[in-house]
Each structure stands twice: as C-alpha cells, then as structure tokens.
C-alpha cells in the first residue's frame, strides 16, 4: 500500500485493490506493525521478506523511524488514509517522526499508537495525539534524531508534574535566555504547567504562554533547540487549547493567535473550519475566513463539508472556497447550483466567479437563468473578461429574456468586462436609441454605454464616438465621461 501511494508501483486498480485488502486486514479488530532488524512482524507473526511488498514497507516504516504501528479498531477508510498518506513520504522528509505524527488529524490520532524505532520496548512508548507519553521530552527527540545521540538532558524517570502556578517564572526564565543551558527543562516545565491549566480550564494562561514561545522560537539559533520549542508547543495544545485560540482570531488578539495557529498545522485549520461552518455571525465567519487563507492545510475536509445535509455548512464552505480560489472545489460546488436554498445558491455562484477557471465559469451557467434574481446578479458581479469570454453568447441571448432591471445592467456591464467583438455589438445595439415606436429605456442605454466604456476597444471607441450627439442628454454626458477614460489613438 505504502509504495503504490508514493507512486513507485502501480497505480489506479492497484492502489484500490491494495487499499481493500488493508481494509479487509483491519476488520473489527485493529491491526499491528512492527519493524524489526529480522523483519516485519503482523499482528505478532513474521512476515518472510520475500512476500511481495514486505521489504518496501519495512524500509519505508524505518525511514521515518517508525517501529511499531498499531491501527485501533473503528478507523474510516479515510482516517486510514490520513495516516498511511504521511508514512508514503519519502524518508527523512519530516526530519522528526512527531512532526510526522502531527501531520494526522487529532481524531484519527487518538485511535494509532506509534512508538518510535530506537526506542520501542516491551512497555512501548506510545504516542498518543501524536506525541510522547511514557518517553520524557528529551527522549522523545534522541529516539527520533538520525545524528548522534547526544544527551541534551536527564534521560528516562517519572514525570514530575508542575503547577500552573508556576508558569509565569518559566516563562520570564526562558524570555531571559531562549538558548540558555536550562531551556529545554524549561520547555519541559511549561508543557506540564500548561497540562495543569488546561486542566483547571485556564486556557487563556496557554494562549499567552504559547504566544510566548511563538515570539521565541525565531531568536533560537540552534535547529535542535528550535524543534524542541515546536514540539513543546504543538505538546501544549491539544485540541480543545487550539479550538480556544482559533475563537481568538475573531477577537482582537487575532493576530497573536494567527501567529500561533501557524505552528499548529492541520488542527488549527479544522478548529477554524469547524468554527466557520457553526457560526452564524457574518462578522465572525469573515475572520475566521480570512484566518484559514493564513493557514489553510483543510483540503481534504472542505469537500467532505460540501456533502453535508445543513445548509448553512453548504454556504460558509462555499463563500470559504471563493475566498481561497479554490480550484479542485469546482465539481463539488456545481452540484449545488440547483439547491434548495437559495443562500446556498448565492454562496455557490460568488465562489465559482470568483474562482473562474473554464470548468467553475461553465458551471456558473445554469446560474445565470436561476429563479432568483439575487443568485443572477451575484453570478454576473463576479465574471471579469478574460476568464468568462465563453459566456459572451449566454449572456447575450440572457439578456434577451431578463425581465429585471438590475440584472439587465450587470449582463450589460458583464459583457462589457469581457469585451470580446460579439460582446461590443450586443452593447452597441443597446446604446442606440432604438426605432422611434420602439425606443430602449435610458437606463438601458447608460448600462451599455458603461460596458463600452469596460470594453476600451478601438471598435466601443468608435460607438461612443458616434453616441457624443445623442439627443438624450443624460447618455451625452455620459458618453463625454466614457470618452475622456477612453484609450488614445
């Protein structure tokens, strides 16, 4: 499985077939790995080297320092992914195996044991939520080190919990010497002072003391010491510490919590997606919009929210996708173009116009004749020319049809933007006058003298040229305006 993933063997029916018999191996019962020097073992049975694939994955689990891996019972074929996806990785390519643990959702974590290679005993060190439990912190990183194992501190022993009361002393400790001789206990200390907070539900003391470590991580200058900083953090705040500070990039200490969640990775992404998709405050989901496209690692969990049954999750995903351009989102988004709700619909229509690529542009059709006018409108506000010439016909012949003012105007000033020849004649008819028992309205005529004047072709030069007479005084000065942006020559 873990070669075909990383695409050196086979591909398509392969990666499927492959996929189902892990399925089938995991069952109700879970499965364990373990990479020996003598060989991989199953579920306690040694598995020959020469079975197919047997010394790709031992190879590839002891690139990443993996000894044991254990899958619990109750996993999803997609957590199984989100684990095996990381391990696919080339070896050496997270340069410490918490970092590659900490690339696994929070949920699926909790239900994998992984105990590192040097380090793997019959006690074993499990890491739960993706770092070290019965391993001390120092130890942790020398079993995950490829150089020499050089002591950093005291090694294995009972650890001693330290109170919460505690932690403003570590932290003014490590404000005085970020690379002092004491900075790593330190780091240890504050991690366990942090635990007792959390525990009292004293979350703003983490969110400072991470803020804290954020701001001193860059003045380290040793990279040893500098994943230590990381890893304490990424130690200190579990889930529900990295949902309390995703809350705060609504506040005003958005931009100390941006700074954190940074370091996160993928769980403050889906802390703020989850918050986004529950938020019914237009204020709050722009915030929490804007700090996803900061961190955004969510891409995978946007296109499961888009098959969500609620149709608020529907709109805040999808004004989410606009904001991030998010191309491969496309197909998703077009099975929404027909929804039920109508703020889904307008949700739907500004992200494909705002994202634009010819299959997003192409899905906006059926939009543009929806039943709303709202939903058409907001179709049409977000087409700009070179993407949507495709439209140039649609919109001409929608025109036609449309009954609404306000929409007659966008489709004019649409065509405008794309400016495509059969664009610039669609305005030009609409400019003129008309036939004495047939006259167009003005607000017609001032609409398409707008899309000439978006058009700033020699050809919609020419008609506003010949439009500077007219005998309705409002199109002459507005065609004098148009003129004056007009391109010379």
């Not at 995978?300 to 996708?321: F, K, M, Q, S």
């Amino acid at each position: 499985m873990l070669p075909f993933l990383r695409g050196e063997q086979g591909r398509g029916d392969q990666l499927v077939l492959a996929f189902r018999a892990l399925l089938s191996e995991l069952g109700a019962n879970g499965l364990e790995l373990r990479s020996t020097d003598g060989g991989l073992v199953v579920h306690g049975v040694p598995v020959a080297d020469d079975v197919p694939g047997a010394q790709e994955v031992r190879a590839q689990l002891r690139g990443h320092g993996i000894g044991v891996l254990r899958f619990g019972p109750g996993l999803t074929p997609t957590s199984v992914l989100a684990v095996l996806r990381p391990m696919a990785m080339p070896a050496g390519r997270f340069g410490h195996l918490e970092a590659l643990v900490a690339e696994i959702d929070a949920p699926t974590r909790a239900l994998v044991q992984i105990e590192p290679e040097a380090t793997a005993d019959p006690a074993g060190a499990v890491l739960p939520d993706g770092y070290v439990s019965d391993l001390d912190f120092i130890g942790a990183v020398k079993a995950s080190a490829v150089g020499e194992p050089a002591p950093l501190a005291p090694g294995r022993g009972p650890r001693v919990p330290v109170p919460m009361s505690r932690l403003d002393q570590l932290l003014a400790a490590l404000q005085r010497e970020p690379a002092g001789a004491t900075a790593v206990e330190t780091l240890e200390h504050v991690v366990s002072a942090c635990d007792e907070a959390r525990q009292l539900g004293a979350f703003e003391r983490v969110f400072r003391a991470a803020t804290t470590l954020t701001a001193l991580e860059p003045l380290v200058e040793d990279s040893d010491l500098r994943r230590l900083y990381l890893l304490a953090l990424r130690r200190m705040l579990p889930v529900d510490a990295v949902d309390f500070i995703a809350r705060r990039t609504a506040r005003p200490e958005r931009a100390e919590a941006l700074e954190v969640l940074r370091h996160v990775g993928r769980d403050a992404s889906e802390a703020l997606l989850q918050l986004l998709v529950d938020s019914e405050s237009m204020e709050d989901r722009r915030a929490y919009r804007s700090a996803l496209r900061s961190i955004a690692t969510v891409t995978p969990l946007l296109g499961r929210l888009l098959t969500h049954d609620a149709w608020y999750v529907i709109r805040n995903v999808a004004e989410l996708c606009g904001d991030l351009r998010a191309e491969h989102m496309v197909p998703q988004l077009a099975r929404h173009v027909a929804h039920g709700d109508e703020r889904v619909r307008r949700a739907v229509a500004v992200a494909l116009a705002r994202i634009a690529t010819p299959a997003a542009v192409e899905a906006l059709r059926p939009l543009l004749r929806d039943a709303s006018p709202q939903v058409r409108l907001l179709a049409l506000q977000g087409l700009d020319g070179p993407r949507a010439r495709g439209l140039a016909m649609s919109l001409a012949l929608a025109l036609e049809d449309e009954s609404n003012p306000d929409v007659q105007r966008e489709l004019l000033l649409a065509l405008g933007r794309i400016g495509t020849p059969d664009a610039v004649q669609v305005l030009v008819r609409h400019a003129a006058p008309g036939r004495l028992f047939n006259r167009r309205p003005v607000s017609i005529r001032l609409a398409a003298v707008e899309g000439l004047r978006l058009a700033a072709s020699p050809v919609a030069t020419s008609a506003l040229r010949s439009l500077s007479k007219d005998d309705e005084g409002e199109v002459r000065r507005t065609v004098q305006l148009a003129l004056e942006d007009a391109p010379r020559g």
